[in-house]
């Protein structure tokens, strides 16, 4: 491993796309600490320790958005952009022909993602802004119209600021740029976690042993089930171009056990906090049947056990259907046969297609029972150790784990290739 470092610093290029990713995560950072003006941030903190779906969207904003900061609306909005042109690629003909048009295709999408990025930015700004003025507690105080105008449009520039940010940095391939802004937002909130164990007095010592504990145990099986994959052997029949015979060679088919990374955790965890927080609108209404039927809303998902486990089979039931969406059996098969591939043993065609399914649906399940225990990771560490200002964030745990590994791996590859070049 020191090795590796020493090897990255004496390379000039290298070591240049890496400080120029540190210093695009600074800006961030520093971006990130800006508050928008008229802001309680008091009052925003204790608002947000009330409500996880907030504390979710604070994780996905990079942590801007507990500071209101400019950048507040984080790389939401593009990211639900993304999810929302994955799913059209898969329904519009139209887009689908073009996802398959290799790099010019892959860049119109990307476009029209930017595009779609900036109406979702001012909307979800927007919505931001009205529900916390609904806040007992006064935020944003009295907004007129030029300045909640002024303010949609901060956050919406923020947000493309953070966004072409993104952009650069995975234009370096040290890591996906959108996954490393929020893996910076994450890790800056470690200090304030750490600054909470003054507050723990000798009684709890042993429950923060046994969360230490825990921790490095869910770290290692997120390590092992992120890079857990099924391979399943592929040959290539040799075939005759010109007077060059090609072909004849044995490779294999990767599938992963967790295809579907976060996203179903973060599908899931917005409709099982719909209604509690739709229901909190009405809890002012007057009434009184409104008040009642709002009030028993809340207090049946407040319920631990019920929460938890609608959350876990909600997690399960959506890491079915979003591998579904990006898994594509018929566009393997087709590929592995213009090609030339074939798996052992099974006829290429419809036979294929049916062995690739039962593959998936079998290695899915460990998949999305492991997604489901994340999602319901940090109710039980609060449970079994009672420090809930400890309790280790699944999601966040998930992203921070997956965005090292893959940083690491596109370091080593090009690693990789200078070691080629130096051959060649």
Known sequence: MFEKLVQIWKLPDLRNKILFVLGMLVVFRFAANIPLPGVNVANLRSFFQGNEIFGLLNIFSGGGLEQFSVVAMGVGPYITASIIFQLLVMIIPRLEALSKEGEYGRQKINQY????????????SYGLIMLLKQSPK????????WSMALMILTMTAGTIFLMWIGELISEKKIGNGVSLIIFAGIVASAPRVIQSL???DATQMFNLALFAVISIVIIALVVVMTEGQRNIPVSYARQMHGSRMTGGVDTHLPIRVNQAGVIPIIFAISIILFPPTIAQFFLRAKTPELV???QAVISFFQNNIIYGVLYFLLVIGFTYFYTAVIFKPEQIAENLQKQGGFIPGIRPGNPTIEYLQSIVSRIILPGAIFLGFIAVLPLMLQDL???????????SLLIVVSVVLETFKQIEAQLTMRDYEAFL
Not at 113 to 124: D, E, F, I, K, S
Not at 385 to 395: D, H, I, M
């Open 113 to 124: 993602t930017r595009y779609l990025t900036v109406p979702l930015a001012v909307l979800q």
């Open 138 to 145: 006064p935020i944003l105080g009295s907004l007129d119209p």
């Open 198 to 200: 003054e507050l723990l």
């Open 292 to 294: 009642a039927a709002a």
């Open 385 to 395: 150790t009672g420090l809930s200002a400890l309790a280790v964030g699944g999601t």
